[in-house]
């Protein structure tokens, strides 16, 4: 019996070891490959319209992509902000403002942060919300906030731990458009992992 527990400590460590020596891997090239976007596929809206204001911000920002026009994403705003105004307590607007105030750049985190802030505040449970929620604060992990971080993990482990959003988290990191978000959300999901591979991997050639 002893020999057996000692072989499955064994294997416990030997699995740690392996992923520890994974995700440092992953880490080294995080820092190597340094902060630079790069998009996976053409620019998109993250959200379905849903009102009138929102199909009209949707519109604008496919224009402004398409254009290079920063006035079209500037419209955008303004429909976005309208359609806050007509439903402030809906989660999945203050998102859709989040990827507008990212999307215009320098000068506009802060209130990119904040309207992403404002999502967990009205609505921290929602499904719909959830997705494009992650992937948003993954394109731009390295300008959120630690406690906005802090905010999108713990949200993660929920999902995660609820077994209904494991699918589409795992699915999550070819959508992210930049390196450092993909490989730390890659990072996240091998950590979530590694519970589960330890407590199922079998007791292989082990005698009592």
Known sequence: MN?????????????????????????????????RARRAEPPQALLPAGSSYGDAANAMMEKSWASRDPALMQAARTMSWRELRAAPVNPLGWIRLAQIEFELGAGHEAAARQALANSFLVGPFSSRAFGARTVLAYQHWAELTPELRQQVLAHIDMAWQSGVQRAAIAA?????????????????????????????????GVQP
């Open 3 to 35: 020999s057996r527990r000692q072989a499955r400590r064994h294997m416990r460590t030997s699995i740690s070891l392996a992923v520890a020596l994974v995700t440092s891997g992953m880490a080294a090239s995080i820092l190597w490959d340094g902060y």
């Open 172 to 204: 999550m990191p070819p959508r992210i458009g930049n390196s450092i978000g993909q490989q730390a959300l890659s990072l996240k999901i091998a950590s979530l992992k590694l519970p589960q591979i330890i407590i199922e991997t079998p007791d292989v």
